[in-house]
C-alpha cells in the first residue's frame, strides 16, 4: 500500500467517510457475489474465501460474522469476518476505516490478519488510546505454482484418518504455541478436537506416520480453483535435516497442483528453517503479511 494512499486521510476526509460508508451483515444468498468480489484478489483472501466456500455465509463453523460495505450504487468494496479472527478485503482505507469503528461495538478480538500496512491502519483506528500494544508477528506469504522434482518422492504420504484425531491435534497445538504462545488444547480442549476431526473426514490433513509418530503433517485450511492454502506444516524433529520434509511437501504440492493453479502458505519470517524450506520446494515471495494479537485488558 503506498504513502499517497494513507495521505488521503486527513482530518476532514476521515470525517466525512463516516457517513459515506456503512457496514452491514451479510446473510446467506450473497455468497456468489461476495466470492466474485474476492476473486479479484484470490491469494490474499484465502481465508475469506475458503470460509464461505466450505460454509457459507452464516455458519457457527465460520467462528464469526460477515460483515460489508457497499458504495452508494449497492456494490461491494469491502468484505470482513469479525469473530475468533478478524480478516477482511476492502478496495480503499475509507473501508478499513469503517471496518475498525465497528469492530468497537464488538467484542475483544483474538486476533487481525492481513497486509501489514492494512492491518495496522486497522488497529490505529480500532484501538484505544491507552489500550496495550498488541504482540505482532510477521509472515511470508509465499506462492507455488509449478513444483519441483525430487529423487525421492514420499510414497507414505496420505490423508489422515480419524483414529489420527489426537496425534494430529497435539502437532498442531505444538505449532500453535510456538506461533502465538497460545495452547488451543488448553483454551477449547473440545472444540479444536472437533475441528480436527471435521478436517479430517474432509481429506484435507496429510501425514507421513510411522506407527503412532507423525513425521509430517500439513493441513489444506481452503481450497479453491485459484489457490490452495496450506497451514501447519510440521516435520518431526528426529526428519529434519535429511531431505524428508522436503520430499513430502514437494510430494503433496504435486498432487495439490492438479487440482489448483497455486499453492499458498503462510510462514513467520523468523522462521529459518521453514523459510528454506519453502524455498527449496519451489515458493517464491507473494507478499509480506502481519497478524496482531491484541494484548487482555
Not at 482505507?93 to 490478519?113: C, G, K, N, P, S
Not at 500496512?117 to 484505544?128: D, G, I, N, P
Not at 510477521?138 to 489422515?160: D, G, K, M, N, S
Request: aromatic residues 8%.
Amino acid at each position: 500500500m503506498s504513502h499517497a494512499r494513507l495521505d488521503i486521510f486527513s482530518e476532514t476526509n476521515v470525517a466525512s467517510s463516516r457517513s459515506a460508508t456503512t457496514v452491514e451483515r451479510l446473510v446467506s444468498g450473497r455468497e456468489e457475489e461476495t466470492l466474485v468480489f474476492l476473486s479479484a484478489r484470490p491469494v490474499n483472501t484465502f481465508v475469506l474465501s475458503g470460509l464461505i466456500r466450505d460454509n457459507g455465509l452464516e455458519s457457527p463453523r465460520n467462528r464469526g460474522d460477515f460483515h460489508a460495505c457497499r458504495d452508494a450504487e449497492g456494490n461491494l468494496t469491502g468484505v470482513a469476518m469479525f469473530g475468533h479472527a478478524t480478516v477482511f478485503a476492502a478496495r480503499t482505507d475509507e473501508q478499513i476505516v469503517a471496518f475498525a469503528r465497528f469492530a468497537r461495538t464488538l467484542q475483544q478480538m483474538h486476533l487481525i490478519a492481513g497486509e501489514p500496512s492494512e492491518v495496522e491502519l486497522f488497529w490505529k483506528t480500532y484501538a484505544r488510546t491507552d489500550a496495550a500494544p498488541p504482540n505482532r508477528v510477521p509472515f511470508f506469504l509465499y506462492e507455488l505454482r509449478h513444483h519441483i522434482e525430487v529423487p525421492a518422492p514420499a510414497p507414505q504420504l496420505r490423508p489422515a484418518d480419524l483414529s489420527q484425531v489426537e496425534q494430529v491435534a497435539l502437532v498442531h497445538a505444538e505449532i500453535a504455541i510456538e506461533t502465538s504462545g497460545v495452547n488451543p488444547l488448553e483454551i477449547d480442549r473440545e472444540g479444536f478436537l472437533r475441528r480436527t476431526a471435521e478436517r479430517i473426514a474432509k481429506g484435507r490433513v496429510w501425514v507421513c506416520a510411522d506407527g503412532k509418530q507423525l513425521n509430517f503433517k500439513a493441513d489444506v485450511i481452503s481450497e479453491m480453483p485459484e489457490v490452495i492454502y496450506l497451514e501447519g506444516v510440521y516435520v518431526a524433529p528426529s526428519e529434519r535435516g535429511k531431505g524428508f520434509g522436503l520430499r513430502c511437501l514437494a510430494s503433496l504440492c504435486s498432487e495439490l497442483l492438479q487440482r489448483a493453479r497455486a499453492v499458498a502458505v503462510l510462514v513467520v519470517t523468523d522462521n529459518t528453517p521453514a523459510v528454506s524450506l519453502y524455498k527449496r520446494a519451489g515458493f517464491k515471495l507473494y507478499s509480506d503479511y502481519l497478524i496482531l494479537y491484541p494484548q487482555d485488558e
